[in-house]
Antibody, heavy 118, light 109 residues
Protein backbone atom coordinates (compact mmCIF):
# COMPACT_ATOMS: atom_id res chain seq x y z
CA UNK A 1 0.00 0.00 0.00
CA UNK A 2 1.48 3.30 -1.10
CA UNK A 3 1.62 5.99 1.57
CA UNK A 4 2.85 9.55 1.77
CA UNK A 5 4.00 11.01 5.08
CA UNK A 6 4.81 14.64 5.77
CA UNK A 7 7.40 15.50 8.42
CA UNK A 8 9.03 18.61 9.79
CA UNK A 9 8.84 21.20 12.57
CA UNK A 10 5.37 22.09 13.76
CA UNK A 11 6.44 25.56 14.90
CA UNK A 12 8.46 28.09 12.91
CA UNK A 13 9.49 31.58 13.93
CA UNK A 14 8.36 34.51 11.79
CA UNK A 15 10.87 35.53 9.10
CA UNK A 16 12.55 32.13 9.21
CA UNK A 17 12.35 29.20 6.76
CA UNK A 18 9.75 26.46 6.84
CA UNK A 19 11.12 23.08 5.73
CA UNK A 20 9.05 19.95 5.22
CA UNK A 21 9.75 16.52 3.77
CA UNK A 22 7.36 14.04 2.22
CA UNK A 23 8.42 10.39 2.33
CA UNK A 24 6.81 7.95 -0.06
CA UNK A 25 6.60 4.32 1.02
CA UNK A 26 5.35 1.28 -0.83
CA UNK A 27 6.32 2.48 -4.30
CA UNK A 28 9.10 4.29 -6.10
CA UNK A 29 8.85 8.04 -6.49
CA UNK A 30 10.18 7.71 -10.03
CA UNK A 31 7.84 8.62 -12.88
CA UNK A 32 5.55 10.68 -10.66
CA UNK A 33 4.93 14.35 -10.01
CA UNK A 34 5.03 15.42 -6.38
CA UNK A 35 2.88 18.29 -5.20
CA UNK A 36 2.58 20.44 -2.09
CA UNK A 37 -0.75 21.97 -1.08
CA UNK A 38 -1.65 23.90 2.05
CA UNK A 39 -4.79 24.82 3.92
CA UNK A 40 -5.00 27.74 6.30
CA UNK A 41 -7.15 27.18 9.41
CA UNK A 42 -10.79 27.03 8.39
CA UNK A 43 -9.98 27.90 4.80
CA UNK A 44 -9.76 26.25 1.42
CA UNK A 45 -6.94 24.53 -0.44
CA UNK A 46 -4.00 26.42 -1.92
CA UNK A 47 -1.65 24.82 -4.43
CA UNK A 48 2.00 25.60 -3.62
CA UNK A 49 3.79 23.83 -6.45
CA UNK A 50 5.13 20.58 -7.79
CA UNK A 51 8.33 18.86 -8.79
CA UNK A 52 8.64 16.19 -11.43
CA UNK A 53 10.65 13.00 -11.13
CA UNK A 54 13.27 14.67 -13.32
CA UNK A 55 13.46 17.72 -11.05
CA UNK A 56 11.53 20.28 -13.07
CA UNK A 57 9.30 22.53 -11.00
CA UNK A 58 6.22 24.73 -11.29
CA UNK A 59 5.08 27.07 -8.54
CA UNK A 60 2.03 29.09 -7.63
CA UNK A 61 2.86 32.59 -8.90
CA UNK A 62 1.73 34.09 -5.59
CA UNK A 63 4.36 32.09 -3.69
CA UNK A 64 7.05 31.58 -6.31
CA UNK A 65 9.52 34.09 -4.88
CA UNK A 66 9.62 32.29 -1.50
CA UNK A 67 9.17 28.62 -2.40
CA UNK A 68 11.46 25.81 -3.48
CA UNK A 69 10.48 22.17 -4.02
CA UNK A 70 13.07 19.49 -4.60
CA UNK A 71 13.15 15.73 -5.05
CA UNK A 72 15.54 13.04 -3.84
CA UNK A 73 14.77 9.84 -5.71
CA UNK A 74 17.46 7.92 -3.81
CA UNK A 75 15.55 8.51 -0.57
CA UNK A 76 12.09 8.38 -2.16
CA UNK A 77 11.44 11.82 -0.74
CA UNK A 78 10.55 15.30 -1.87
CA UNK A 79 10.86 18.52 0.09
CA UNK A 80 9.39 21.98 0.49
CA UNK A 81 11.08 25.16 1.64
CA UNK A 82 9.24 28.42 2.25
CA UNK A 83 11.38 31.38 3.20
CA UNK A 84 10.53 34.54 5.17
CA UNK A 85 7.40 33.04 6.69
CA UNK A 86 4.67 35.05 8.38
CA UNK A 87 1.54 34.11 10.30
CA UNK A 88 -0.22 33.86 6.94
CA UNK A 89 1.85 30.75 6.22
CA UNK A 90 0.28 28.92 9.16
CA UNK A 91 -1.75 25.92 8.13
CA UNK A 92 -1.86 22.24 7.33
CA UNK A 93 0.60 21.28 4.63
CA UNK A 94 -0.20 18.27 2.44
CA UNK A 95 1.96 16.38 -0.01
CA UNK A 96 0.33 14.55 -2.88
CA UNK A 97 1.36 12.51 -5.90
CA UNK A 98 0.15 12.42 -9.48
CA UNK A 99 1.08 10.84 -12.79
CA UNK A 100 1.83 14.13 -14.46
CA UNK A 101 1.38 17.89 -14.36
CA UNK A 102 -1.97 17.53 -16.09
CA UNK A 103 -3.28 14.82 -13.81
CA UNK A 104 -5.49 14.70 -10.74
CA UNK A 105 -4.18 13.91 -7.26
CA UNK A 106 -5.32 10.44 -6.24
CA UNK A 107 -2.89 10.01 -3.36
CA UNK A 108 -2.35 12.43 -0.46
CA UNK A 109 -0.46 12.43 2.81
CA UNK A 110 -2.39 13.00 6.02
CA UNK A 111 -1.00 16.52 6.36
CA UNK A 112 1.09 18.26 8.96
CA UNK A 113 0.20 21.41 10.87
CA UNK A 114 2.76 24.20 10.77
CA UNK A 115 2.29 27.21 13.00
CA UNK A 116 4.27 30.39 12.42
CA UNK A 117 4.69 32.14 15.75
CA UNK A 118 7.36 33.41 18.07
CA UNK B 1 -5.30 32.53 -14.56
CA UNK B 2 -8.29 30.25 -14.17
CA UNK B 3 -10.54 31.07 -11.22
CA UNK B 4 -13.04 28.49 -10.00
CA UNK B 5 -16.25 29.53 -8.26
CA UNK B 6 -18.39 27.02 -6.38
CA UNK B 7 -22.01 27.30 -5.40
CA UNK B 8 -23.71 27.16 -3.07
CA UNK B 9 -21.28 27.85 -0.26
CA UNK B 10 -23.27 25.61 2.05
CA UNK B 11 -25.90 23.01 1.22
CA UNK B 12 -28.09 21.84 4.08
CA UNK B 13 -29.72 18.52 3.33
CA UNK B 14 -30.93 15.34 4.98
CA UNK B 15 -29.64 11.79 4.55
CA UNK B 16 -31.26 10.28 1.47
CA UNK B 17 -31.55 13.64 -0.29
CA UNK B 18 -30.01 14.42 -3.66
CA UNK B 19 -27.17 16.97 -3.69
CA UNK B 20 -26.12 18.99 -6.70
CA UNK B 21 -22.97 21.09 -6.45
CA UNK B 22 -21.79 23.57 -9.04
CA UNK B 23 -18.32 24.63 -10.16
CA UNK B 24 -17.86 27.46 -12.64
CA UNK B 25 -14.57 28.35 -14.33
CA UNK B 26 -13.63 31.91 -15.29
CA UNK B 27 -12.78 30.67 -18.78
CA UNK B 28 -13.46 27.55 -20.76
CA UNK B 29 -11.40 24.56 -19.62
CA UNK B 30 -10.98 21.08 -20.95
CA UNK B 31 -13.16 18.60 -19.13
CA UNK B 32 -10.16 16.27 -18.98
CA UNK B 33 -8.58 18.70 -16.51
CA UNK B 34 -11.41 19.02 -13.96
CA UNK B 35 -11.65 17.01 -10.75
CA UNK B 36 -13.70 16.88 -7.57
CA UNK B 37 -12.45 16.09 -4.06
CA UNK B 38 -14.16 15.33 -0.77
CA UNK B 39 -12.69 16.49 2.53
CA UNK B 40 -14.06 15.20 5.80
CA UNK B 41 -13.19 17.04 9.04
CA UNK B 42 -9.63 16.43 10.15
CA UNK B 43 -8.77 14.48 7.01
CA UNK B 44 -6.90 15.11 3.80
CA UNK B 45 -8.93 15.64 0.65
CA UNK B 46 -9.66 12.52 -1.37
CA UNK B 47 -10.24 12.28 -5.09
CA UNK B 48 -13.81 11.54 -6.13
CA UNK B 49 -14.07 12.44 -9.81
CA UNK B 50 -11.46 13.16 -12.48
CA UNK B 51 -11.79 14.29 -16.07
CA UNK B 52 -15.12 15.81 -15.03
CA UNK B 53 -17.09 12.57 -15.07
CA UNK B 54 -14.91 9.57 -14.22
CA UNK B 55 -15.15 8.12 -10.73
CA UNK B 56 -11.86 7.45 -8.97
CA UNK B 57 -11.06 3.98 -7.72
CA UNK B 58 -13.44 2.80 -5.03
CA UNK B 59 -15.87 5.70 -5.31
CA UNK B 60 -19.52 4.55 -5.10
CA UNK B 61 -21.81 5.16 -8.05
CA UNK B 62 -24.02 7.56 -6.12
CA UNK B 63 -21.35 10.13 -7.00
CA UNK B 64 -21.44 11.46 -10.54
CA UNK B 65 -19.85 14.38 -12.32
CA UNK B 66 -20.66 16.22 -15.48
CA UNK B 67 -20.37 19.42 -17.43
CA UNK B 68 -18.13 21.06 -19.95
CA UNK B 69 -16.66 24.41 -20.91
CA UNK B 70 -17.12 26.64 -17.89
CA UNK B 71 -19.87 24.82 -15.99
CA UNK B 72 -19.39 21.58 -14.12
CA UNK B 73 -21.39 19.74 -11.51
CA UNK B 74 -21.08 17.03 -8.90
CA UNK B 75 -24.20 15.09 -7.97
CA UNK B 76 -24.68 12.80 -5.00
CA UNK B 77 -27.83 10.83 -5.74
CA UNK B 78 -28.70 9.80 -2.18
CA UNK B 79 -26.72 11.27 0.69
CA UNK B 80 -25.23 8.83 3.15
CA UNK B 81 -24.11 9.98 6.62
CA UNK B 82 -20.46 9.84 5.57
CA UNK B 83 -21.10 12.18 2.63
CA UNK B 84 -21.55 15.23 4.81
CA UNK B 85 -18.28 16.98 4.12
CA UNK B 86 -16.69 19.77 2.09
CA UNK B 87 -16.33 19.32 -1.66
CA UNK B 88 -13.76 21.07 -3.82
CA UNK B 89 -13.47 21.28 -7.57
CA UNK B 90 -10.00 21.51 -9.06
CA UNK B 91 -8.50 22.43 -12.38
CA UNK B 92 -5.13 20.89 -13.22
CA UNK B 93 -2.87 21.85 -16.08
CA UNK B 94 0.48 23.24 -17.00
CA UNK B 95 -0.27 26.89 -16.45
CA UNK B 96 -0.62 28.12 -13.86
CA UNK B 97 -0.67 24.60 -12.48
CA UNK B 98 -3.44 23.71 -10.10
CA UNK B 99 -6.42 25.77 -8.99
CA UNK B 100 -9.01 24.85 -6.40
CA UNK B 101 -12.47 26.26 -5.94
CA UNK B 102 -13.41 27.66 -2.51
CA UNK B 103 -15.46 24.59 -1.62
CA UNK B 104 -19.09 23.67 -0.91
CA UNK B 105 -19.97 22.39 2.53
CA UNK B 106 -22.71 19.79 2.62
CA UNK B 107 -24.10 19.69 6.12
CA UNK B 108 -26.97 17.98 7.86
CA UNK B 109 -30.25 19.85 7.85
Amino acid sequence: QVQLQESGPGLVNPSETLSLTCTVSGDSINNYYCTWIRQSPGKGLEWIGYVSYSGSTNYNPSLESRVAISIDTSKNQFSLRVTSVTAADTGVYYCARSRGYSSPLPLWGRGTLVTVSS
Amino acid sequence: EIVLTQSPGTLSLSPGDRATLSCRASQSVSSTNLAWYQQRPGQAPSLLIYAASFRATGIPDRFSGGGSGTDFSLTISRLEPEDFAVYYCQHYGISPGITFGPGTKVDIK
